[in-house]
């Protein structure tokens, strides 16, 4: 139904309902027709769901595999290699549905902060009722500050103006009035509507509810919405691709040692456990637990920045964005109007003048300040651009309560869309005085005088022309420019006074600008991301005028396209001309999601940010969605990654930051736990091809997972905690694999090891327990060694102090000594060495460790 071209007559009619609201039975009878006015997620937080998704990955799958494998395989005694990867498995999906429940429970703590009530009208009595007990036919009863919970058709309004930035983008408050419109006419211009999630930010009056629940505006997008199913997660992709390989890499080394050991004559069976024992002990199998515990700790980081993250893979890919689409008002502004500029006719800021101009905004003015006792703190009340006109009044030393003390009120003309003026009389001694702003051309039309230096001069077709000029120069730097005038008026009495009276033969004083101004730091965040090597781009729904003034005042220079042109251009013109671009204005829901799209045809990772139920489409396709956790409508958080709990874009960029220094600290750990798994078996492979003689393995398979259960947990932890690396937002995003610049150590710091282990087993040989113990010691202290070196790219002594990593190797090694030096060594096949053993063993550690340090020398050259 098109509720906005029926009369409020015919609304009313058609609702069977009357201007003495429904009985109390008849909205009974409704609710039970139409349900509840709430807004119904058909996919609802499921914590079973989501614990089994957790075993999606496909490293876990791998895992899984090779416990199940390694558990049948050995059918007689305590299996320690499926018991280590089950816990391992269970810890790193309980870390996961850990992070998504906490995420979840806090995002319904930031929902139940608002108060679902409304007032209305039955019975012809107002009565405060709960919002989800609204029908249709329901007659609201308005006021400055309420929150629109239903979908309704304005029947009267005193000067009522709505904020519909959640639904439409637009910052500006809208004016209402109960006025029928044209049939085909846009959401946005439907000045006798108002919609569920926007505000009333001044004035008063009454609607009668047209649509509930899901009928909503905002009902039928969330709809769609949950409908769309969210985009896979780059970094988890990354992770799978990252597993395939290493599910190939095992399986191949599988074949070709059973193949070796049955062609030397080994049984079959054998060979297959001896092949499962080394393939699985050649699993990274602690990666999965590290990333997971990384991101953690991470997430924990970053919400200490006001970055909530709902997803743990979310906080890596933050780090790799290279677009941030973000909203200009409230994320980029400080969601405040602020007077910028000042015009008056006379002398420039001519004293008397300007007090005059400040004195008409502050008396021309329903909005006010009020005082916070609990707090100890003053708050402002109403329209953002009457607030503006206070403040600017205030920091020029005229106060609104004295002043308005001191000329009482007499009667007021409110604001509406045909006269764009707002009027209020007020008694200033014996006489009385109009005041009056309102937009720039209708106040000059109607004013007949000027005021220049304090007196009053007859104003000219000429002067009437100067001053629209320096209208029209305030509107093209984005400001909203307001005209002031005023009036003596002598011998009416109240009932008398008119507005015709009020708002005519006026004295024309000057205009003032103003501007959302953008946050203090956000200019600094801009260029941060420039030299990231990340884009920026403001995506808004409002004006090219508005939006260019602002991302001038940022540091964003480059084109600037609105929605007609953007509607003109073929999305194979817009990936031509999309990196020449900075600024979006006037954009619709549908326009973001084309621009998400064209970006992801390119191959970005877009990060978009949104509050608003228009912007939830986008965010569910980016791959970060940033909703906002102060203004950001439930809709808009449901389908997003990360919860901006500031609003602020500076803590987009915090988080870019911390998301860069969790792939860098992802990759030293990967590096680490790689190069360190596959030499082992590489080594045992490489003794078995020699010597063909599976006696003489220089590791037992068990002696492997030892390896990796002292060196892998706790000192790749460790690395999770590393500091950011100095150039860590002077790079380019990383778009590469995981492996992508780390290959060449990985091998290197394989090779070492495998030479250093090697020469340890040979130089100890004939006495083979002995031989064994020496090879796993020299390995486990040469991977304390490496730990260090995989710490930072850079030489070490030019990396930050890690007093974790230190905690960590000295725990390992501890936990080594105590399995060397006490009964549990016979269970490893373990026997004790002298001090000349471990004299050996530390100096191969130190000189694999010096060989792999000066390698960088090299590969920085």
Not at 127 to 154: C, Y
Not at 434 to 450: D, F, W
Request: glycine residues 6%; hydrophobic residues 45%.
């Amino acid at each position: 139904m098109n509720w906005h071209s029926l009369t409020a007559k015919e609304v009313i009619e058609k609702l069977n309902s009357s201007n003495k609201g429904l009985t109390r039975n008849n909205a009974e009878e409704r609710l039970r027709e139409f349900g509840s006015n709430k807004l119904k997620k058909t996919k609802r937080f499921n914590a079973i769901k989501v614990f089994l998704d957790q075993f999606k990955s496909f490293l876990i799958i791998v895992l899984i595999v090779a416990a199940v494998i390694s558990l049948f395989a050995h059918s007689g005694g305590i299996n320690i290699d499926a018991i280590v990867i089950f816990v391992i498995i269970l810890l790193n999906t309980g870390l996961g549905f850990f992070q998504e429940y906490k995420a979840e429970k806090a995002i319904e703590k930031l929902e139940k902060m608002m108060v679902p009530k409304a007032n209305v009208l039955r019975e012809n009595k107002v009565m405060e009722v709960n919002s989800e007990s609204l029908v249709p036919g329901d007659i609201l009863v308005l006021e400055e500050g309420d929150k629109i919970m239903a979908d309704a058709r304005i029947l009267e309004s005193e000067g009522l103006r709505v904020n519909e930035a959640p639904l439409t983008g637009e910052s500006v408050p809208q004016g209402k009035n109960p006025f029928k419109l044209m049939k085909d006419i846009a959401l946005a211009d439907r000045h006798n509507m108002i919609y569920q999630g926007t505000q009333i930010v001044s004035g008063n009056g009454s609607a009668v509810v047209v649509e509930t629940g899901m009928n909503t505006e905002i009902g039928k997008i969330s709809g769609l919405v949950q409908k769309i199913e969210p985009e896979k997660n780059p970094f988890r992709h990354k992770l799978d691709n990252f597993a395939r390989k290493i599910g190939i890499f095992i399986l191949i080394l599988c074949a070709m040692i059973v193949g070796i050991l049955i062609f030397e004559g080994t049984e079959p069976l054998h060979s297959f456990l001896v092949a499962v024992s080394l393939a699985v002990s050649a699993i990274p199998e602690g990666l999965p637990a590290v990333i997971s515990l990384g991101l953690a700790f991470a997430t924990r980081r970053m919400i200490r920045k006001n970055v909530l993250i709902r997803k743990l893979p979310a906080s890596e890919t933050l780090g790799r964005a290279t677009i941030i689409c973000t909203d200009k008002t409230g994320t980029l502004t400080q969601e405040r109007m602020r007077v910028s500029e000042i015009y008056t006719v006379g002398k420039r800021n001519h004293e008397k003048d300007r007090e005059m101009l400040l004195k008409i905004g502050v008396l021309c003015n329903n909005s006010r300040l009020e005082q916070d006792d609990e707090k100890k703190k003053e708050y402002f009340i109403g329209d953002p651009t009457e607030i503006a006109l206070i403040v600017s009044a205030k920091e020029n030393f005229l106060n609104k309560k004295k002043l308005s003390e001191k000329e009482s009120k007499v009667k007021e003309f409110a604001f509406n869309s045909e006269r764009k003026m707002m009027s209020v009389v007020r008694k200033s001694g014996k006489k009385q005085v109009s005041y009056v702003k309102g937009a720039p051309e209708r106040i000059l039309m109607v004013c007949e005088y000027k005021l220049v230096n304090g007196e009053r001069k007859r104003m000219s077709k000429k002067d009437r022309d100067n001053f629209l000029k320096e209208y029209e120069k305030m509107a093209k730097k984005g400001l909203r420019v307001l005209g002031f005038a005023y009036r003596d008026i002598l011998g009416y009495s109240k009932d008398k006074l008119s507005m015709e009276i009020s708002e005519n033969h006026l004295i024309f004083v000057g205009f003032q600008g103003m501007i959302d101004p953008p946050r203090p730091e956000v200019k600094d965040a801009v260029n941060l991301c420039k030299k990231a090597g990340i884009k920026v781009l403001m995506i808004t729904g409002d004006s090219k005028l508005t939006a260019n003034a602002v991302a001038k005042q940022i540091g964003l220079n480059e084109d600037s396209i609105d929605s007609p042109e953007l509607q003109k251009m073929s999305d194979k013109e817009i990936k031509k001309r999309i990196n020449g671009i900075s600024v979006f204005s006037r954009i619709s829901p549908e326009d973001k999601l084309r621009i998400v799209n064209i970006l992801k045809e390119k191959k970005e990772v877009v990060a978009m940010t949104g509050d608003g139920v228009n912007d939830s489409l986008a965010l569910k396709r980016a791959d970060i969605g940033i909703s906002m956790g102060i203004r950001g409508t439930d809709v808009a958080r449901d389908n997003s990654d990360i919860v901006l709990v500031d609003d602020n874009f500076a803590s987009i960029v915090e988080g870019v930051r911390e998301g860069r220094r969790i792939y860098d600290n992802v990759k030293k750990f990967v590096k680490y736990l790689l190069s360190a798994n596959f030499y082992e078996v590489f080594l045992v492979l490489l003794v078995i091809l020699i010597w063909r003689d599976p006696k003489l393995l220089p590791f037992l398979p068990l002696q492997i997972l030892w390896i990796n259960l002292v060196t892998e947990s706790i000192p790749a932890l460790a690395l999770s905690s590393e500091e950011m690396e100095e150039d860590v937002m002077h790079r380019k995003p990383s778009k590469g694999e995981i492996l992508h610049g780390i290959k060449f150590f990985i091998l290197l710091a394989g090779v070492v090891g495998l030479c250093l282990t090697g020469f340890a087993f040979l130089i100890t040989l004939p006495d083979i327990d002995k031989a064994r113990t020496v090879a796993v010691t020299t390995s486990v202290v040469y991977q304390m060694f490496l730990v260090f070196n995989c710490k930072s790219k850079d030489f070490i002594f030019k990396s930050s102090m890690n007093k974790y990593l230190i905690y960590a190797v000295s725990s390992s090694i501890v936990l080594h000594l105590i399995v060397l030096y006490t009964p549990l060594n016979s269970f490893f096949y373990f026997v004790s060495i002298g001090y000349l053993d471990w004299l050996k063993v530390i100096g191969l550690g130190l000189f694999g460790f010096l060989v792999v340090e000066s390698s960088k020398f090299f590969s920085r050259k």
